[in-house]
Nanobody
Framework: QVQLVESGGGLVQAGGSLILSCAAS????????VGWFRQAPGKEREFVAG????????AYAGSVKARFTISRDNAKNTIYLQMNNLKPEDTAEYFC???????????????????WGQGTQVTVSS
């Protein structure tokens, strides 16, 4: 069982930055891939960024590439999402989730992620 708690969301102006954190419980967290997803009202949950268990591989949605950076600190059981140059279209509830597979690739489909946090709201004003 893994429990995830996101934090760091808030209201920011377009062009600003935020850092989201995802704190995880569980001794085997360091062997899991982790993804960040987001869901805007009326839209499906979409993949934002992911990182594999060893941090040797990352993946990003095209809409956030070059603006967002995912990282992990396994010693602290924490995943981070650095978000720069935020745009109004980045407004959504952001969730972290665990892919319980010790694999090299980062998977972007929601169906591979077993454990989910409760989400943190990010609102970007224009």
């Amino acid at each position: 069982q893994v429990q995830l708690v996101e934090s760091g969301g808030g209201l920011v102006q377009a062009g600003g930055s935020l850092i989201l954190s995802c704190a995880a419980s569980g001794r085997t967290f360091s062997t899991y891939g982790v993804g960040w997803f987001r869901q805007a009202p009326g839209k499906e949950r979409e993949f934002v960024a992911g990182i594999n268990w060893s941090a040797s591989s990352t993946a990003y949605a095209g809409s956030v590439k070059a603006r967002f950076t995912i990282s992990r600190d396994n010693a602290k059981n924490t995943i981070y999402l650095q978000m720069n140059n935020l745009k109004p279209e980045d407004t959504a509830e952001y969730f972290c989730a665990v892919d319980p597979m010790k694999i090299t690739v980062v998977r972007s489909s929601v169906r591979y992620y077993t454990y989910w946090g409760q989400g943190t709201q990010v609102t970007v004003s224009s």
